[in-house]
């Protein structure tokens, strides 16, 4: 508890510096965030006791990655599939889907996608990788 | 007569075809993605936002109110079947509707559910025609301090309505506004805090932030909480009307939700939540034989149900006459009025009459769809209660994508979902709550725009703030609630609340 929130208290602070004239309301609000953020984190290491919740790393990375992923693919492979990639790696954030599974529900999902967003609403997507 | 020609008008723009069409697709979308286990409103509303970018103005607000109350309507479902309440202002629904359910009377439940949401619904949208004018009459003639000192009670408002730590919320709050300033400034031009980033020069994707920290996050919460599977053991419907006995005992139980919603639906910081319970309490208080309560009373669903819509709908007032949203749906809403190239306030009204007008005579109309989708179609979304989360979150993580991706067409939005989301979930695990969050982010760039404006007319002088008669009152307001908030006594009393 105590690390994420000295974590989170100097992020508050790096909000201070900013230019003059302009930075007027910044520099306000931050010197606010920074009190706020030192009371809420220096009881919080006074007082031991309440461990730091535990992250779950498994979802977070793999989601997270899912979405790097898709982000670097999709200029370069289109959209079908960098798609088909972010249902498949998102698939191993959870261990009950079966791998069977996380194929057909990309296809699926792939051209559903594909249905409503380009055929339905006209989004300018490259479907299929630039040649 | 004004109003009279005013909702000729709004009938006008929401009975045409195409709009018709966009109200009927946003109430059922809202509907089917809300019923989904583990969605709330705000999430469905996020996810489905960028499929109303390429809509006119007009069209995509009465899209997005039918998912709004779409969703609604089914975090109400979930509430009665599974006993999970799709968001807060249903989770009193829970207590009598989940019993129901047990005691096989599921169907009258929710059909119940459904007629007291419509009549709420169509009566707090008179409440929007009859009062949003005058209001935002009264909002037209406000001084720049004045508004900022409004902003400053909405804020105060979402923050002390926010679950857990106040001091938490307020610092929410800010970490929004701070986030709300990341781009180029209004009036020098100065890039602030882009870090280089040329793309951050329009300032934070607002979509990336809501569907990271709503979506994503939310997803990626959920599967680490798969030890604990919710069992989804849903029995019989049964008959969906309500009998006409059903109806006669709920009568003035829903009138009383109604009037109850539709009056602090207006207040700022999610009335819709306040409204359902305030609603539940004074059945208790009014009925015969309040034991019946929590053991499947009919009543203890009607009037939360009929609340919280009338509230939901009468949170539509702030956002609309002064462009300060209520909850963070409204604050979806006001970006996406931005994202149009509309400036929320007061003007909205008189510059696009067709624009409010409409949007109040859909949400009329909407409230009808609803009723009409949600009696027969209840075993449809009965059965999507059974769809496996396994199968569930590549979907929402695929829309996020789209979603987010499709508003610039731009891949540096996806890493900004991406931070956003990380940042979205360690808040969750803090307990941070995201709702005080987004409100901030809006409101950050009009607030500090309003404020600079007040300074430059009083010269440098901050006492316009407390000079003004209005500015003055409303920064009083503020401080009572948070004063109020910080006495042990009435604090405690919230908690409990709370926790109901």
């Known amino acids: 508890m105590a690390i994420a929130f000295i974590l989170l208290a100097r992020g508050y602070r790096i909000g201070t510096p900013a230019r003059m004239g302009p930075g007027f309301f910044p520099i306000v609000l931050g010197g606010i965030l920074a009190v706020l953020g030192l009371s809420l984190s220096i009881p919080a290491l006074i007082r031991d006791g309440e461990p730091l919740p535990r992250l779950g790393l498994r979802p977070l990375l793999t989601v997270l990655a899912a979405i790097v992923v898709f982000a670097l693919l999709l200029q370069p492979l289109g959209f079908v599939l960098s798609a088909v990639v972010l249902v498949l790696v998102s698939g191993f954030a959870d261990p009950e889907l079966r791998r069977i599974e996380s194929v057909g529900l990309a296809l699926l999902l792939t051209a559903f996608s594909v249905a409503i967003f380009v055929a339905l609403l006209g989004l300018p997507f490259n479907l299929w990788p630039a040649l | ?500």
Request: charged residues 10%.
């Open chain 2, 1 to 500: 007569m004004d109003i009279l020609s005013n909702l000729t008008l709004g009938f006008g723009v929401a009975v045409t075809l195409q709009n018709l069409a966009y109200c009927f697709i946003g109430a059922f979308l809202g509907t089917l993605i809300g019923v989904l286990p583990g969605i709330g409103p705000v999430a469905t509303v996020a996810m489905l936002l960028p499929l109303t970018f390429s809509l006119p103005p007009a069209t995509a607000m009465i899209m997005l109110a039918g998912i709004y109350y779409g969703a609604q309507y089914g975090g109400s479902t979930t509430a009665i079947l599974i006993n999970i309440p799709g968001e807060s202002s249903s989770v009193v629904t829970t207590i009598d509707g989940h019993q129901m359910a047990k005691q096989g009377r599921a169907g009258p439940a929710l059909g119940m559910a459904a007629i007291a949401s419509f009549v709420a619904g169509s009566v707090a949208t008179l409440v929007v025609a009859l009062f949003s004018p005058p209001l935002a009459e009264i909002a037209l003639q406000f001084q720049p301090a004045d508004y900022f000192s409004l902003m400053v009670f909405g804020l105060v408002g979402a923050v002390v309505l926010a679950r857990g730590s106040l001091r938490k919320a307020i610092a929410m709050v800010i970490v929004g506004l701070l986030l709300g300033l990341v781009g180029t400034d209004v009036n020098s031009g100065q890039q602030r805090f882009t870090l280089g980033i040329p793309a951050l020069a329009e300032g934070i994707s607002f979509a990336a932030l809501a569907m990271g920290m709503f979506g994503v996050a939310e997803v990626i919460y959920n599967l680490e909480q798969r030890a604990a599977e919710r069992q989804v053991r849903i029995g019989g419907i049964g008959r969906v009307m309500p009998s006409l006995a059903d109806l006669r005992q709920c009568m003035w139980s829903i009138a009383r939700g109604t009037g109850l919603g539709s009056l602090l639906g207006i207040l700022p910081g999610g009335g819709a939540l306040l409204a359902s319970f305030a609603a539940y309490t004074v059945e208790k208080k009014v009925a015969r034989e309040p034991r019946t309560f929590g053991h499947g009373d009919i009543r203890g669903v009607a009037a939360p149900e009929a609340a919280n819509n009338a509230g939901a709908q009468t949170s539509f007032i702030p956002m609309l006459t002064l462009g300060v949203p209520a909850n963070p749906t409204m604050a979806l809403m006001i970006g996406a009025l931005m994202i149009q190239g509309i400036q929320p306030g007061p003007q909205v009204m008189l510059q696009r009459p067709e624009l409010f007008w409409g949007l109040v005579a859909s949400m009329w109309i909407g409230n009808l769809f609803l009723l009409l989708l949600n009696l027969p179609l209840v075993g449809l979304w009965v059965r999507l209660l059974a769809v496996p989360y396994r199968l569930l979150f590549p979907a929402i993580l695929m829309f996020c994508c789209i979603g987010v991706f499709s508003i610039n067409n731009n891949a540096f939005d996806l890493f900004q979902l991406v931070v956003f989301s990380a940042l979205g979930y360690v808040l969750l695990k803090l307990g941070c709550e995201p709702a005080p969050l987004i409100l901030g982010l809006v409101l950050g760039p009009m607030m500090e725009e309003y404020l600079r404006r007040a300074l430059l007319i009083s010269l440098g002088d901050p006492m316009v703030l407390i000079t003004s008669p209005l500015s003055a009152a409303f920064l009083f307001a503020s401080l009572v609630l948070l004063v109020s908030i910080a006495v042990p006594m009435i604090r405690a009393q919230r908690e409990v609340a709370m926790k109901e």
